[in-house]
C-alpha cells in the first residue's frame, strides 16, 4: 500500500463501466485519462494525475485486438511514474481460446499475449479466463483469475430460474456453482465443435417441462453454441430460457439469432455491450485483496 493509502483505478476505453464499478468498490480514485486516435488510428493515451508512489490497477478487455496496444501504452504511461504497484486487470482475456499448437508453424497465441502484458506489470488478474494454462504462463508476477458465478448466481436466483444448463460438460463446474448459489438443479449437454461457426449437441433427455432455465457459458460468440442448447430445451418443454454468460463477444448477427430462441440475454462487464447487466468489480475487488 502507498504511503497515502490512495488507489488509483485507471480505465482503459474498453472497460470505462468496470473501471468505475471497480473504483467504487476499493473506494479508490478513478484517474482522469485522455484516450484518443490519431487520423492513421494509432493511440494516444495520457493520464491526467500524479501517480508516483501510488498503488494503480489498470483496466482493459485485450478485445478487439485495438484494445490490446492501448493496454501497453497504458502500462507503459503508468510506469512513467514511479508507482508503489501496477495491478493489470483484464476482465476478458482476448485469444484465451488460442492456447495450444494444433499445426507446426502456428503461434501459442494466448501465451504470446500474456508474455507482452507480465513484462510490464506487478500482478494481473482476469476473470474466468477460458484456458488456465493462460495463468500459468505470467512467470515471475503474481497472476489471479476471479470467478463470475457468484454474480451470474445472484443475478439469475433474483430472476427466479428454476434449472441451470451448462451447454458444454467442459463448463458442468461452473454450471453447478451457479446452480448452488440459486440453490436449484443443474445439468449439462455434450457438445462437439465442427468449425467455427458450427456445433451439435448430443441429444439428451432433460427434466425442464414448465420450468424457468438459464444456459450458462463463459463466453458467447457466434451464439451457435446457445442456439443448439436452446432447441434442446424447447424440445423437452422448457417455458422460459435465459441465456447468460461472462463474457458476452457476440459476433457478428449473435445477438439476432439468441433473440430467435431465448427469453432474455444477459452478461457481465468484462465485455461492455447492450446485455451487460452484472458485474465483476467485486470479485475482481476481492481477487485483489486475497
Ligand atoms: C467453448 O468452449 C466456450 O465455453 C463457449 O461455449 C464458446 O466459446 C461459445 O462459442 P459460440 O458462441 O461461437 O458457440
Known amino acids: 500500500m502507498s504511503p ?28 482522469k485519462v485522455e484516450i484518443k486516435r490519431f487520423p492513421d488510428d494509432e493511440c494516444y493515451v495520457r493520464i491526467d494525475e500524479e501517480l508516483e508512489g501510488e498503488d494503480v490497477f489498470l483496466v482493459q478487455t ?18 512513467e511514474f514511479d508507482v508503489s504497484s ?23 497465441s494466448a501465451r504470446a499475449i500474456a508474455r507482452l502484458i507480465q513484462s510490464n506489470t506487478d500482478e494481473f488478474i482476469t476473470v474466468d479466463i477460458h484456458a488456465s494454462s493462460v495463468i500459468d504462463w505470467f512467470d515471475g508476477v503474481s497472476a489471479k483469475n476471479a470467478h463470475a458465478y457468484p454474480e451470474i448466481g445472484k443475478f439469475l436466483k433474483a430472476k427466479g430460474t428454476q434449472m441451470v444448463l451448462s451447454p458444454d460438460e467442459g463448463r458442468w463446474d461452473n454450471a453447478k456453482r451457479i446452480a448452488d448459489v440459486i440453490s436449484c438443479d443443474a445439468d449439462y449437454l455434450v457438445k462437439e465443435r465442427l468449425d467455427g461457426e458450427t456445433v451439435t449437441m448430443t441429444p439428451k433427455s432433460l427434466d425442464v417441462k414448465g420450468k424457468r432455465v438459464a444456459i450458462v457459458d463463459d463466453i458467447i460468440s457466434t451464439g451457435s453454441t446457445i442456439v443448439k442448447a436452446a ?15 461472462t463474457h458476452g463477444v457476440f459476433a457478428r448477427d449473435a445477438v439476432t439469432k439468441l433473440k430467435a430462441c431465448c427469453d432474455e ?11 451487460t447487466t452484472i458485474s465483476v468489480a467485486s470479485q475482481i475487488a476481492r481477487m485483489a485483496m486475497d
Open 4 to 31: 497515502d493509502g490512495i488507489m488509483y483505478v485507471v480505465g482503459g476505453s474498453a472497460s470505462q463501466r468496470l473501471s468505475a464499478e471497480l473504483a467504487r468498490v476499493l473506494k479508490a480514485k478513478l484517474a
Open 62 to 79: 485485450t478485445w478487439p485486438d485495438k484494445n490490446i496496444v492501448e493496454l501497453f501504452l497504458l502500462q507503459d504511461a503508468i510506469r
Open 86 to 108: 501496477l495491478t493489470t486487470v483484464v476482465p476478458y482475456f482476448g485469444y484465451a481460446r488460442q492456447d495450444k499448437q494444433f499445426k507446426t508453424g502456428e503461434p501459442i
Open 231 to 245: 432447441e434442446q430445451l424447447r424440445k423437452h418443454g422448457a417455458a422460459h430460457i435465459v441465456a447468460a454468460c
Open 265 to 275: 440475454i444477459y452478461s457481465t462487464d468484462t465485455i461492455e455491450n447492450p446485455t
